[in-house]
């Protein structure tokens, strides 16, 4: 059977690539406290990466800090030496660069001119823009399919938390102990500001009428039961809103020139369809057959300074995914036409961007950098864990032998299979852990160390202790308990878990490209 490609978990993949993105880039002066290569890590990286990751402000924390930035370009540095890019994901990097400097070129020339009025921008303030309110909160599900016997304990342990935190509890450390509202428990409760409409309406009705530095009583929604403190109302300042509403403002202005240019662009291109050659294609797509002799030479549709062959629009089926494929494969000629319409559409746009000499901004390049950088970690990631997840023969008949009595008279040629499956399950649940793939980048990282210099500046970490906590109280972030870590979790439904333990990383992960 073959198993899942290990896929790093999200919220590490993206605390990772933050760690590697942000390096480098500030246009502020900040004391460097590690380097990697001719790669510097600084004071304000090191503290913006703890604040994403939710982070203790200790030294022990920073020094977890720093070696999980240093693991993170460690083993990029090694993706970019060694991981050769499927065809898939080479055209996924060339759409990232080609839509990216589309939206480049709107700005520096379609929409250049387009700007908002601002006295329209302060009418849409005072008409649109209310008060806003800040809470804490802890939430205590009871969904609307439990038993009464649940929603009784739920509204229990709600009102008990709210007892005890008006007794004088810390509402943050309740919050990250016992809420189950993931998106606050670990900022200590602290919730995002919103408006009136944005909220279940008990929700906002309490978090609007209870008085700022109060606790309102346990509220009860379709979630289940809310404990909330009021910890600020207010309007927004027009200044603090102006690029959100300007946006906003400016978006129907912008359709409407980009709009009247694209027309113009696509009336002047000479566009041109060949229907014979397009049915040609869908021939071929039909009789699952790649082209044959001079197919490929075949062209689609022209325009002016361009053509789109047959050939072309192949190589570009040949590398997409099943489904994408199938998208392709249930076109008529006139959804071919509309399609590379589209596409010239996007060509010519292209080459008037290119005569132009469009190219992006500091921001959108970080974007691209940041999408690169994370399909190349994760694809050799991938890559190298792929070992870990092969089940062997003898793995497999070990653990029949073993559990012999589960599986009473049942051959072991009629639950191999089986076992394999619940083998692989098993050992993918245990490397999906945050802290299995902590110590796969750990363990590759160390192999790399060597080849490219490290230094620590640990004289900084102090430093990096204070920009945290500043950073937390402008933001009104409480200050949070240990960061959680992972951990895995047996896979039911089946005989005894194999008893196998996650890699510890200490060496590197057997099969790493």
């Not at 450390?173 to 200590?188: F, L, V």
């Not at 109060?214 to 809103?241: C, N, S, W």
């Not at 060509?347 to 940041?370: H, P």
């Amino acid at each position: 059977m073959a198993t899942r490609p290990l896929i790093l978990p999200r919220a590490l993949l993206g605390l990772t690539i933050a760690a590697l993105v942000g390096c480098s880039r500030g246009e502020e002066e900040s004391a460097t406290v590690a380097r990697v290569g001719d790669k510097t890590i600084t004071v304000e990286e090191v503290a913006g990466y703890m604040q994403r990751a939710n982070y203790g402000a200790n030294v022990r924390d920073v020094e977890r800090a720093v070696d999980e930035m240093i693991d993170a370009h460690l083993v990029l540095a090694r993706a970019r030496e060694r991981y050769t890019p499927a065809p898939v994901e080479s055209l996924q990097m060339e759409e990232w660069r080609n839509t990216l400097i589309l939206n480049q070129f709107r700005d520096d020339v379609i929409w250049k001119d387009v700007r908002v009025d601002e006295a329209k921008l302060q009418e849409w303030y005072d008409q649109n823009v209310g008060e806003q309110v800040t809470v804490d909160h802890i939430l205590v599900r009871a969904v609307q399919t439990a038993t009464p016997e649940e929603k009784q304990a739920a509204k229990r342990e709600a009102d008990s938390l709210l007892v005890a935190i008006r007794g004088g509890a810390d509402f943050a450390a309740a919050a990250r102990a016992h809420s189950d509202d993931g998106s606050s428990s670990q900022n200590g409760g602290r919730m995002e500001p919103f408006g009136r409409g944005q909220m279940v309406a008990p929700f906002e009705t309490a978090a609007f009428a209870t008085p700022v530095g109060d606790l309102a009583p346990v509220i009860e929604t379709q979630f289940g039961y809310h404990i909330l403190r009021v910890v600020e109302r207010k309007k927004p300042a027009l200044e603090d809103m102006r690029e959100e509403i300007e946006d906003q403002l400016a978006r129907p202005m912008q359709n409407e020139v980009e709009d009247r240019y694209v027309t113009q662009l696509m009336e002047t291109s000479r566009l041109e369809f060949y229907e014979a050659n397009i049915d040609s294609l869908i021939g071929i797509l039909d009789g699952q057959r790649p082209p044959q002799g001079g197919e490929r030479e075949l062209v689609l549709a022209t325009f002016e300074g361009g053509t789109i062959t047959l050939g072309e629009i192949w190589g570009l089926y040949e590398v997409l995914p099943p489904g994408n494929r199938q998208v392709i494969n249930d076109l008529d000629q006139p959804g071919f036409v509309q399609a590379l319409a589209s596409m010239a559409q996007q060509k010519i746009m292209l080459a008037r961007a290119t005569e132009a000499k469009t190219e992006l901004d500091s921001v959108r390049q970080g974007q691209l950098d940041e999408r690169i950088d994370q399909l190349l970690l994760s694809a050799y990631l991938r890559d190298a864990s792929q070992a870990r997840l092969q089940v062997e023969d003898a793995e497999v008949r070990r653990y029949y032998d073993e559990h012999t009595e589960f599986y009473a008279d049942r051959p072991f040629e009629e639950v191999a299979a089986e076992i394999r499956q619940v083998l692989g399950a098993q050992r993918l649940e245990e490397m999906s852990s945050a802290e299995v793939q902590r110590a796969t980048l750990a363990a590759i990282a160390d192999s790399q160390e060597s080849a490219i210099e490290v230094t620590r500046n640990t004289d900084t970490y102090d430093d990096v202790l204070r920009v945290l906590r500043q950073n937390r109280e402008a933001e009104g972030i409480p200050e949070p308990g240990p960061a959680p870590r992972g951990g895995s979790q047996p896979v039911t439904g089946g005989p005894p878990p194999a008893g196998a333990t996650a890699p510890g990383g200490a060496t590197e992960a057997p099969g790493a490209p």
